[in-house]
């Protein structure tokens, strides 16, 4: 590695990246972890060598950078993509603090050689603040990201695909505005990225706290931090319920669900972890509810009428009368007589 060049060092860490971003391996795999540790070597490597050669100044904006020089804008945001691919269960903070330090490094020097829009310096400020976005807005960005990020990879891959053209027809034309207008959008695609990751690594380590707590109260209380009932249906909580419908095509509950009071959930705000985790099913819940007596349950065909004794003159003549009173209110309010709609 000692004799390999800035640019071998870029390319090789850029190539295992996007080996292994469509690589069917699973990231738990021995293969899988070995190329991304390979991959964060050579970008360290190369990004020691940037530092010692002086590419990049404070004072430069993005025109004063040469265009072969320009993509090793990217390596920080690199060694943030591969950092966080790496699988370390119980040292899985620090991964996100590393990653997170090599994000904001990347977003740091896009700010200052002018290559961050105001939109992207808007999400950065509330990133760095600690500052969600609400719904409204939340739902307003991810729609402009997504119309961004398309136009963006398209624009790339048809700039990728003509500079590869015209290298294998003109070896001697000049295509140095092209290569600077590809790796432009690269680093806006990476920013992109990189914002994205940011936001999901603020998230981790929010989960990773609770869990951290929960595992003080259960020592506490003198049960095992490590039992399955515990620790597991915590860490699986931020997938929990957002792989599968509430319910199957029968109608069926596929998952169970909470049923809290307003209350509870204000005491729970207060003095619980901050959020609810399952404790019936909608099978569970109206069983329960039928024993309390919560529950009309009938149906069905009504029960026939009972017959009257021919016999019994005094039920006869109540039925008779009861006829002859509905056959009166029937001639005194003909169907229709109420409806006043179509006569002004």
């Avoid at 249906?233 to 009071?261: C, H, M, Y």
């Avoid at 901050?274 to 019936?280: D, E």
Wanted: aromatic share 6%.
């Amino acid at each position: 590695m000692e004799g390999l060049s800035l640019g071998q060092l870029f390319s090789f860490g850029q190539n295992l990246l996007t080996e292994l971003e469509n690589t069917s391996l699973s990231s738990i795999e021995p293969e899988y972890q070995q190329k991304v540790n390979q991959g964060i070597t050579y970008l360290n490597q190369a990004q020691a060598l940037v530092a010692k050669l002086h590419l990049f100044s404070d004072n430069e904006i993005i025109d004063d950078i040469n265009t072969n020089d320009l993509k090793f804008i990217l390596i920080s945001a690199y060694l943030g993509d591969l950092t966080l691919k790496l699988n370390g269960k119980d040292n899985r903070a620090n991964i996100l603090e590393q990653a997170k330090i090599f994000i904001q490094n990347f977003l740091t020097t896009c700010q200052t050689h002018e290559l961050v829009n105001k939109e992207d310096i808007t999400v950065m400020q509330q990133l760095e603040v600690n500052k969600k976005p609400t719904v409204a807005q939340q739902r307003e960005q991810k729609i402009a990201r997504y119309k961004r990020e398309k136009e963006l990879k398209q624009t790339t891959q048809q700039l990728r695909q003509q500079l590869d053209e015209i290298k294998q027809d003109d070896e001697d034309r000049d295509v140095d505005e092209m290569e600077r207008d590809w790796v432009q959008y690269l680093i806006q695609l990476e920013i992109m990225k990189a914002l994205e990751n940011w936001n999901a690594i603020e998230q981790e380590m929010i989960m990773l706290k609770e869990m951290e707590i929960m595992r003080e109260m259960m020592q506490k209380r003198g049960q095992s931090s490590t039992s399955p009932t515990a620790v597991d249906q915590i860490s699986s909580r931020a997938n929990w319920g957002r792989d599968k419908p509430l319910l199957n095509k029968e109608g069926r509950p596929l998952q169970p669900f909470v049923i809290t009071g307003k209350r509870e959930q204000l005491k729970n705000q207060v003095f619980g972890p901050g959020y609810n985790l399952p404790t019936m099913t909608i099978d569970q819940y109206l069983e329960q509810e039928m024993e309390r007596g919560n529950i009309i349950q009938g149906g069905g065909e009504p029960p026939e009428k009972e017959e009257i004794d021919d016999n019994d003159y005094e039920a006869l003549d109540a039925e008779t009368m009861k006829k002859r009173e509905w056959d009166e209110f029937v001639e005194a309010n003909p169907r229709g007589a109420g409806n006043r709609g179509n006569k002004g």
